[in-house]
């Protein structure tokens, strides 16, 4: 539920989402109300590319992650994700 809420790119359902989740859990309410919308939550990214690696694609990632690693042992790459 936080993911949608997080990447959800229409104000309207950001805020009805928003109001669920601040009436479920009092930790999260107080932790959201102090930070400000605009550095969690993509509706409200109103720069438009300080967070837009929330939308950015699982695979995309993901390539860039193996680019950094291709020059690693397979032990130590082994290693890294098991350990």
């Known amino acids: 539920m936080l993911h949608r809420i997080f990447t959800n790119p229409s104000k ?3 805020d009805i989402l928003y109001e669920d ?3 479920t859990d009092d930790t999260i309410r107080a932790w959201l109300k102090v ?3 605009e550095k969690w939550a993509l509706s409200y990214d109103l720069s438009g ?3 837009g690696n929330m939308t950015k694609n699982l ?3 993901f390539n860039n992650i ?3 690693i291709h020059g690693l ?3 130590v790459i082994v ?3 098991f350990f």
């Open 35 to 37: 930070e400000p919308k």
């Open 59 to 61: 695979l995309d990632i």
């Open 79 to 81: 290693y890294i994700i």
């Open 12 to 14: 309207q359902e950001f």
């Open 21 to 23: 989740l601040v009436e």
């Open 73 to 75: 042992l397979v032990s």
């Open 49 to 51: 590319h300080r967070y």
């Open 66 to 68: 193996l680019k950094i």
